[in-house]
T-cell receptor, first 115, second 114 residues
């Protein structure tokens, strides 16, 4: 069974619209993250959450808003979509104790295409 | 801020030859954690190996790397490349502050040919 679920797997959106990317983890982890990967840029850290609190935001735009309704959920709302937002968005999680064993595990990703 | 520099672009090898992918980093923190992640085609990144101990060799799945703080390096090596090693390899750095932010390098694509 997949331990990190991301929905949908593929998403096509129109410029200017709003979408929500879903992430649920069943690893019992306390920390969750969002990353973005596109053809133009390597893997890019976006947000980190610990116990449902925002710890770090490296995203310049307020159009990207993480939402955590439960400890094992971290959704990503993207508003006013632009073609440059086209990328694969990975959710990740870790135990959250920041120790040497605190490895991040990545979900399968949501591939977003903005037309 | 923190940064990671990797061998640029594509590295092509013949099966059986040794692999070395370079990684150097910059950070103001004295005890960084360094990682190598591997991403096969159409898959998500997964941890290959990690280290935070200076001058100690870390091994996993035939790959090894040694963190050298004196030269800020964490090169990935393997004695004999296999076709299944073809993938995108990311070197990454965490300063282990309370955000657990991980900074990834640009990635090196390894292509192993028969």
């Amino acid at each position: 069974d997949p331990k990190i679920i991301q929905k949908p797997k593929y998403l096509v959106a129109v410029t200017g619209s709003e979408k929500i990317l879903i992430c649920e983890q069943y690893l019992g982890h306390n920390a969750m993250y969002w990353y973005r990967q596109s053809a133009k840029k390597p893997l890019e850290f976006m947000f980190s959450y610990s116990y449902q609190k925002l710890m770090d935001n490296q995203t310049a735009s307020s159009r990207f808003q993480p939402q955590s309704s439960k400890k094992n959920h971290l959704d990503l709302q993207i508003t006013a979509l632009k073609p440059d937002d086209s990328a694969t968005y990975f959710c990740a999680s870790s135990q959250g104790d920041w120790g040497p064993q605190d490895t991040q595990y990545f979900g399968p990703g949501t591939r977003l295409l903005v037309l | 801020g923190d940064s990671v520099t990797q061998t640029e672009g594509l590295v092509t090898l013949t099966e059986g030859l040794p692999v070395m992918l370079n990684c150097t980093y910059q950070t103001i923190y004295s005890n960084p954690f360094l990682f190598w992640y591997v991403q096969h085609l159409n898959e998500s990144p997964r941890l290959l190996l990690k280290s935070f101990t200076d001058n100690k060799r870390t091994e996993h799945q035939g790959f090894h790397a040694t963190l050298h703080k004196s030269s800020s390096s964490f090169h990935l090596q393997k004695s004999s490349a296999q076709l299944s090693d073809s993938a995108l390899y990311y070197c990454a750095l965490s300063d282990r502050t309370n955000t657990n932010k991980v900074v990834f390098g640009t990635g090196t694509r390894l292509q192993v040919l028969p």
